[in-house]
């Protein structure tokens, strides 16, 4: 257990509807990465935000949204769901502190897009 | 843009086998190179490198960072049946950035 939890843990859903998915961070850690991991695309990148702001940027679609709350949980918006976004989303977490990048994965949420 | 490619993409070994898992990269400021292991769930931490020959170890496991080469490579000694998982790289880019780029991995499967 990484200590990084998210929900729901399997959502199936329609094409053009919009879903969240949320992640809570290891206790201590500001910063919040979010990743799609697809079977032809593998692990990729979206999303980082450090501490409420957002840090970097991936390929992440314009159909996407993401933000960091005070109390330093994330959320993942999805909209005008499409047959491929159907994914496994993960929220990794990690202190960021000098080059330790140790970034630790929640267990994923598998979206299925019908 | 950024680029890991892994090799070989799948390999399957018996108990006991050494194998030797490959990781080359094109990254914008690097940084650092990290390994993780994926099973059926999230991908776990196995090591960080950020200096050039130096090997990190842990058990049967170690790895080696050559920053000139822009390749690190991931040995396995005396494989189990637990090492069947899914091997990825993922150098990291950018100051002030932690973003990974992963390869699409080593599927390695160990059989008895």
């Not at chain 1, 994914?87 to 019908?114: H, I, K």
């Not at chain 2, 086998?17 to 390994?35: K, Q």
């Not at chain 2, 931490?45 to 950020?50: E, I, Q, V």
């Amino acid at each position: 257990d990484s200590g990084v939890t998210q929900t729901p843990k399997h959502l199936i859903t329609a094409t053009g509807q919009r879903v969240t998915l949320r992640c809570s961070p290891r206790s201590g850690d500001l910063s919040v990465y979010w990743y799609q991991q697809s079977l032809d695309q593998g692990l990729q990148f979206l999303i980082q935000y450090y501490n409420g702001e957002e840090r970097a940027k991936g390929n992440i679609l314009e159909r996407f949204s993401a933000q960091q709350f005070p109390d330093l949980h994330s959320e993942l918006n999805l909209s005008s769901l499409e047959l491929g976004d159907s994914a496994l989303y993960f929220c990794a977490s990690s202190v960021t502190s000098g080059d330790y990048n140790e970034q630790f994965f929640g267990p994923g949420t598998r979206l299925t897009v019908l | 843009e950024d680029k890991v490619v892994q090799s070989p993409l799948s390999l399957v070994v018996h108990e006991g086998d050494t194998v030797t898992l490959n990781c080359s990269y094109e990254v914008t400021n690097f940084r650092s190179l990290l390994w993780y292991k994926q099973e059926k769930k999230a991908p776990t931490f196995l090591f960080m490198l950020t200096s050039s020959g130096i090997e990190k170890k842990s058990g049967r496991l170690s790895s080696i960072l050559d920053k000139k080469e822009l390749s690190s490579i991931l040995n396995i000694t005396a494989t189990q049946t637990g090492d069947s998982a899914i091997y990825l790289c993922a150098p990291r880019s950018g100051a002030g950035s932690y973003q990974l780029t992963f390869g699409k991995g080593t599927k390695l499967s160990v059989i008895p």
